[in-house]
């Protein structure tokens, strides 16, 4: 799957890539690399996607902290969704894909790059994809 | 504790960051070129790689995974991902490489999975049947998601699904 992912990249004229199996190969890739956007898969071993995606945005050592994150995975259901999103990554890409799919999230992020936000408790794109005409509680953002 | 506001939020606001518009000032905006595209999916095309072994192999977990829970009174959060990640894997690979009456059924029986509520001998039962369609569906080399034969496991498989919704509503006397 790595491959064919990798072989799809390539003919959609990504330049660079670099490739790891796992989350924690991930990351010291990600850290000595320091790509334009991250494309990770949910499920490895032993460090998964989402432990990838935490330390892509929390830990000290990221070199960049607000990259576009794709998660991509077979899981479509919903939960698995919110719960992806509330690690931090930007876009979710379900397998199987076609080109046409993946050049999109691409172009996606790269055409819409997300304001970010951080709490104590979380550090990620902004969720917020539609500004609310109708919301009548405070506005919470220093800069809003 | 901390302070919150009459809405329920800490009072501490949260920092917020504008968009990091880098890569898009290296790379310019506008979706990928549809030659490159166009010459990906001919690529994902005519991947021929066989996935049988694969695909058996995570049938196996699952088995593993059912015979695990029918000794075993699983709850559900330690017994969904022994049978959950290889049916992904199923739906996922299947799908990549062509096996399209296999990621069909997968896929609809991942999204049961991921709904149910609990697990019983009766999503065992639903299981079970779904390992044998796809054994049968290799065995047979059924790929087509319009083959006949593969449309009549699919639903029974669809059957049995609401069956078992059937029965948890009428358990619950709705």
Redesign the interface.
């Known amino acids: 799957?790595l491959e064919?992912v990798i072989?799809?990249l390539k003919?959609?004229?990504v330049g660079q890539v670099f490739q790891a199996r796992n989350g924690e190969s991930g990351f010291q890739q990600f850290v000595r690399q320091k790509p334009?956007?991250v494309i990770t898969d949910w499920?490895m071993e032993p460090v998964d996607g989402l432990e990838l995606v935490k330390w892509i945005r929390l830990d000290r050592m990221s070199p960049?902290r607000?990259v576009?994150v794709i998660m991509m995975?077979?899981?479509?259901?919903g939960?698995?969704v919110a719960l992806a999103r509330d690690r931090g990554i930007t876009e979710f890409l379900v397998?199987?894909?076609?080109?046409?799919e993946?050049?999109?999230r691409?172009?996606y992020?790269?055409?819409h790059?997300?304001?970010?936000?951080?709490?104590?408790e979380f550090f990620g794109p902004?969720r917020r994809r539609r500004k609310s005409q109708d919301y009548q509680?405070?506005e919470?953002?220093?800069?809003? | 504790m901390a302070k919150k506001d009459k809405y329920g939020y800490k009072e501490s606001l949260p920092r917020f960051f504008k968009a990091d518009v880098e890569l898009q000032k290296k790379v310019g905006t506008g979706s990928l070129d549809n030659g490159s595209v166009g010459k990906a999916q001919a690529y994902l095309d005519s991947i021929k790689t066989d996935i049988a072994p694969q695909l058996r192999e995570s049938l196996m977990l699952m088995e593993t995974a059912l015979a695990n829970a029918r000794e075993v009174n699983y709850g559900r959060e330690e017994f969904l991902p022994d049978v959950t990640k290889p049916l992904m894997d199923i739906k996922s690979v299947s799908g990549m490489f062509h096996e399209m009456m296999i990621c069909r059924v997968s896929s609809f029986v991942l999204t049961f999975v991921e709904d149910v509520r609990k697990f019983d001998a009766d999503v065992t039962q639903i299981l079970m049947a779904y390992v044998k369609v796809v054994k049968t569906l290799l065995d047979l080399g059924i790929k087509d998601e319009t083959n006949p034969h593969g449309q009549n496991f699919i639903n029974e498989i669809r059957a049995a699904t609401k069956r078992y919704y059937d029965k948890q509503a009428a358990a619950k006397g709705g």
Do not use: Q, W
């Open positions: 799957m064919v072989n799809s003919y959609l004229g334009d956007i499920e960049r607000t576009p995975t077979g899981y479509a259901a939960p698995r397998k199987p894909f076609t080109a046409n993946l050049a999109r691409i172009a992020v790269i055409d790059p997300r304001d970010f936000v951080e709490t104590y902004d509680g405070p919470r953002r220093n800069d809003e």
